[in-house]
């Protein structure tokens, strides 16, 4: 069991470097085949290291896979499409992948500072990441140009999902202000976070970011480091705003979310369209006349099959429409599981905002960009960093009764 609890660690702490590796091959050679065998390989681990002491635990996972996609595979059987349910299985599994690696990690209960030297490790390789696209390597946030070839918008470096890279920035600054004691490292950390988020040029990941630093900076007693972090925050605000603005000038965005304003409104702008995407697919969706696909799902194979858009990067919405009613109570679930977890990392009163501030900003963008709870590139990080936050990693690595985190 000793071995397991170093090698099982050691596979998770190639998650970032891995779909690094994934981004390059598929903008390469248009083939994600890197990360799917990565992660199938470790849903195998999971279930192997489970299978002997928890086989009830292993038959209930994969029976609530079966339970997502059962429905899909039967509106697909009623319509007589000729589509399989490949892509909506894929994600199925990414959506429970959470859950499995989470239960694998506490039933081995490795060494939470082991785990914490991992996440710390994943911070630097993220920082790097974004450091490569700094000096031109990589590919940009939206669209997968090189950066080198033009003016692109954001930079993601190697990754190839940049919706879901500000989830793990999000993951990453929790972890920062939690797991670091001394504060000149803690504000070191977060100020690369930040620096990460004005490469990636998303609102998401600035925002949270800059909140989560905010909560921990004022929670502190000392006057210094409270102006230390309100400067830094301006400043990396005001270097996005103006690479921001100075992009969107030269582009057509102005003009697209000016149109959006004025036909939508606020919301519309703010939700980027997709409010339309929602109601295009319904739109779509009452010519078919299946009702059925209301009840159990669509399944994203049968949308693409139908024509219709298949993701309205809105998780809610888009687990209901591939899932149905099962992909409700997977989503309810999910973040029930997150609470929890974070209660567990809440043991100083005054420090509480900060996991309330992470767990009420995740679902702020789960409902708003989508890409969180169905993540591939976010969920072992994840598993990583709420693992080693735990109360009893608080208290291996000697922490005092006040410590510096939430």
């Keep these: 069991m000793k071995v397991i609890n170093l090698i099982f660690p050691v596979l998770l702490s190639m998650s970032i470097p891995i779909d690094m590796l994934n981004g390059y091959v598929l903008n390469t050679y248009d083939t994600g085949v890197v990360s799917q065998i990565y992660k199938s390989f470790i849903i195998l681990v999971c279930f192997s290291i489970l299978i002997i002491k928890k086989p009830l635990v292993v038959s209930w996972y994969i029976s609530a896979v079966i339970f ?32 499995i690696v989470m239960t694998t990690l506490t039933y081995l209960n490795p060494s939470k500072e082991f785990i914490g030297k991992i996440c710390a490790t994943l911070l630097i390789l993220l920082f790097v990441n974004f450091l490569l696209g700094f000096f031109g390597f990589g ?28 989830f793990v920035i999000m993951i990453f600054s929790l972890f920062s202000v ?13 100020s690369m976070l930040l620096f ?11 925002a949270s970011t800059a909140i989560i630093f905010a909560v921990w900076a004022f929670g502190r007693t000392n006057a210094v480091v409270k102006a230390f972090t309100t400067i830094i ?14 992009k969107v000038i030269s582009s057509d965005i102005v003009s697209r979310l000016s149109w959006m304003y004025e036909t939508g409104g606020l919301l ?33 194979d049968y949308l693409t099959f139908s024509g219709v858009k298949s993701s309205t990067e809105m998780d809610f919405v888009d687990v209901y429409l591939w899932f149905g009613i099962p992909g409700i109570i997977f989503f309810v679930s999910y973040f029930y599981k997150l609470k929890r977890l ?65």
């Design 178 to 190: 939690c797991y670091f004691k001394n504060e000149i490292v803690c504000i070191f950390a977060m």
């Design 139 to 166: 590919y940009s946030s939206y669209g997968n140009e090189l950066v080198s070839v033009g003016d692109s918008m954001g930079v993601k470096g190697y990754f190839y999902s940049g919706n879901e890279l500000s």
């Design 68 to 99: 997502l996609v059962c429905g899909s595979a039967f509106v697909l059987a009623l319509s007589g499409g000729g589509e399989t349910i490949s892509e909506t299985v894929q994600i199925a599994i990414r959506c429970m992948m959470f859950f």
């Design 342 to 406: 974070l209660n567990k990392i809440t043991y100083e009163a005054k420090n509480n905002l900060i996991c309330v501030a992470f767990f009420c900003m995740t679902l702020f963008v789960s409902f708003v960009a989508g890409h969180i709870v169905y993540s591939g590139t976010a969920v072992i990080p994840l598993c990583l960093v709420l693992y080693a936050l735990g109360k009893e990693g608080i208290r291996e690595r000697g922490f005092s009764s006040s410590p510096v985190g939430c």
């Design 268 to 300: 519309r702008a703010v939700l980027s369209d997709r409010d339309t995407f929602i109601i295009d697919a319904l739109n779509q969706l009452n010519l078919l006349d299946f009702s059925a696909g209301y009840v159990f799902g669509f399944g994203r």
């Design 196 to 206: 990460c988020s004005v490469m990636l040029s998303t609102k998401a990941s600035l």
């Design 233 to 246: 925050i301006m400043i990396f605000t005001v270097l996005f705003f103006d690479d921001l603005i100075s």
